[in-house]
T-cell receptor, first 115, second 115 residues
Framework: AQSVTQPDIHITVSEGASLELRCNYSYGATPYLFWYVQSPGQGLQLLLK??????LVQGIKGFEAEFKRSQSSFNLRKPSVHWSDAAEYFC?????????????FGAGTRLAVHP | DTGVSQDPRHKITKRGQNVTFRCDPISEHNRLYWYRQTLGQGPEFLTYFQNEAQLEKSRLLSDRFSAERPKGSFSTLEIQRTEQGDSAMYLC?????????????FGPGTRLTVT
């Protein structure tokens, strides 16, 4: 079945440590790929997106993500986490077969940051 | 530009009552989406408008749900005879005219609690 999987429900890191959040998708063709962040009481904010070309994409707030076709993955990374990065992170895709660019989201990864 | 706005931010209602939510997209965005997010899950697509036309509805949108966008600007989502299972965050997003690559801008959401 077509799906977006975020294997880690919760992740805790220390401030200043590096971060990697995993995302795998299951679609026949490479969909458009997105990472969103949701802070408590806030709407979803786009961090970065991948359509084609360079497989390493840069986003806002110092985040980057790497698309790996062979692994059907689009993992989000940050070299040094700040306490303000504590939030929930969602990987999302726009599948070509879906039409009208509706987003299909993973279940999210909740990030906690220890001082 | 003030972004996507939603009203109300919170709604508590008793089972069996009808509720209506409003979404005001970013001006000149002709595409509007509704999503539902339950606790611990990513948002799920409900329906999509292009201008005033409702072009896609998810099977999640039962007969008790109806959405409108009468003049191609703001949209309303009505739930009739609410059930406890309707308790969720209802998110609205908009995007400008164009293809699947367009970023969707999300509002802060309306949190519905059915008692």
């Amino acid at each position: 079945a077509q799906s977006v999987t975020q294997p880690d429900i919760h992740i805790t890191v220390s401030e200043g440590a590096s971060l990697e959040l995993r995302c795998n998708y299951s679609y026949g063709a490479t969909p458009y790929l997105f990472w969103y962040v949701q802070s408590p009481g806030q709407g979803l904010q786009l961090l970065l997106k991948y359509f084609s070309g360079d497989t390493l994409v840069q986003g806002i707030k110092g985040f980057e993500a790497e698309f790996k076709r062979s692994q059907s993955s689009f993992n989000l990374r940050k070299p040094s986490v700040h306490w303000s990065d504590a939030a929930e992170y969602f990987c999302a895709v726009v599948p070509f077969s879906g039409g009208y660019n509706k987003l299909i989201f993973g279940a999210g990864t909740r990030l906690a940051v220890h001082p | 530009d003030t972004g996507v706005s939603q009203d109300p931010r919170h709604k508590i209602t008793k089972r069996g009552q009808n509720v209506t939510f409003r979404c005001d997209p970013i001006s000149e965005h002709n595409r509007l989406y509704w999503y539902r997010q339950t606790l611990g899950q990513g948002p799920e697509f409900l329906t999509y408008f292009q201008n005033e036309a409702q072009l896609e509805k998810s099977r999640l949108l039962s007969d008790r749900f109806s959405a409108e966008r009468p003049k191609g600007s703001f949209s309303t989502l009505e739930i009739q005879r609410t059930e406890q299972g309707d308790s969720a965050m209802y998110l609205c997003a908009s995007s400008p005219k164009g293809g699947q690559k367009n970023e969707q801008y999300f509002g802060p959401g309306t949190r519905l609690t059915v008692t």
